[in-house]
T-cell receptor, first 112, second 114 residues
Framework: GESVGLHLPTLSVQEGDNSIINCAYS??????FIWYKQESGKGPQFIID?????DKRQGQRVTVLLNKTVKHLSLQIAATQPGDSAVYFC???????????FGAGTRLAVHP | GAVVSQHPSWVICKSGTSVKIECRSL??????MFWYRQFPKQSLMLMAT?????????EQGVEKDKFLINHASLTLSTLTVTSAHPEDSSFYIC??????????FGPGTRLTVL
């Protein structure tokens, strides 16, 4: 079936550095993508989303890039802080369906 | 975005008993809510779509008679795990659709079946 996957299961960065978390998706019909942050024992928290008619969207310290040609999604976090340590999930949605399909997740560990 | 609560936040029960988990949309009326299950160090897997005023839609492989869903009002959906067994131990999370295609998640319920 269709799936969303991630290249890196764990990412370790130094505090203050920029982080890049990648995600590959396989459903070319997907037209909406979301990044979630999940801290231990908590529910996923919305970070940023992007529609397929865009290739870049910026938020506060975060940027999402979408490359439809290679079906790749990335989340960039600027000046990574210890509070950014969490598991990050990408999710995709296809037009006409209200279900989200989640990727495997990447754990981000920020070291002082 | 929508504010979603779940109750209880954690529950421990004996094998064979039933457990009810509540999901409430505190500031948004939701005709649809979603229930997910998450095992340790794994991703979220959609179990079912809860529909206000009608039957829930279950994903393939999810037993509807074991995981009973009732969408009683526009702000409340409940998931009842019937005859729970240790393999049902998991983190159960609900979500509510936002104004766009986004979903907002509750804090989750940790179920441990002894």
């Amino acid at each position: 079936g269709e799936s969303v996957g991630l290249h890196l299961p764990t990412l370790s960065v130094q505090e203050g550095d920029n982080s890049i978390i990648n995600c590959a998706y396989s459903n070319s019909a997907s037209d909406y993508f979301i990044w979630y942050k999940q801290e231990s024992g908590k529910g996923p928290q919305f970070i940023i989303d992007i529609r397929s008619n865009m290739d870049k969207r910026q938020g506060q310290r975060v940027t999402v890039l979408l490359n439809k040609t290679v079906k790749h999604l990335s989340l960039q976090i600027a000046a990574t802080q210890p509070g950014d340590s969490a598991v990050y999930f990408c999710a995709e949605k296809s037009g006409g369906y209200n279900k989200l399909i989640f990727g495997a997740g990447t754990r981000l560990a920020v070291h002082p | 975005g929508a504010v979603v609560s779940q109750h209880p936040s954690w529950v421990i029960c004996k094998s064979g008993t039933s457990v009810k988990i509540e999901c409430r949309s505190l500031d948004f009326q939701a005709t649809t809510m979603f229930w997910y299950r998450q095992f340790p160090k794994q991703s979220l897997m959609l179990m079912a779509t809860s529909n206000e005023g009608s039957k829930a839609t279950y994903e393939q492989g999810v037993e509807k008679d074991k995981f009973l869903i009732n969408h009683a009002s526009l702000t409340l959906s409940t998931l009842t795990v019937t005859s729970a067994h240790p393999e049902d131990s998991s983190f159960y999370i609900c979500s509510v659709p936002g104004d766009t295609d986004t979903q907002y998640f509750g804090p989750g319920t940790r179920l441990t079946v002894l």
